[in-house]
């Protein structure tokens, strides 16, 4: 009974190969499988992109907080520069006040110094011109004296 079985099962195996039957059915299986075999590279692929995605959520996160950071900061420099406005200008005003002021008093010492030199100078002229005077005096009243030595020596 058994050979009468087995027999059987051989003759319907047959004419499912025959009829194709079989190979329908191989195909049918192998294209399953690799269906299943592509959703699970799908599904490794996907946990492998999470972390990815969230490190680069977490990343564009920072970057804008970064980007309204620097904005509040932009803003915050600009108002303080708006509120120094004033200040500033008055303190430019008086800087400008005191060099003004220095520039004045250079002016006058520089006068002050050149009349000091001219004074100078002239002093320095006169007691040249009488150290001279005092020389030619004394030259004269020597010539005069040798003179009148040499009028006597000769009587």
Known sequence: M??????????????RVLSGYEERRIRNYRLQLERRLQQAQ??????????????????RRMVEEMQTLNR???????????YFKPIDKEAEIIMKMQLEGEEKTMKEMMKAMQTQALLERAEAEKSVNSHHEDKNQQSQQMDSSTSAKQHAQMR
């Open 42 to 59: 799908e599904r490794k692929a996907a946990l492998r992109k999470i972390p990815e995605q969230a490190i680069l959520s977490d990343v």
């Open 2 to 15: 058994n050979k009468f079985l087995d027999f059987g099962r051989k003759a319907l195996f047959y004419v």
């Open 72 to 82: 509040k900061l932009e803003e915050t420099e600009a108002a303080i520069e708006e």
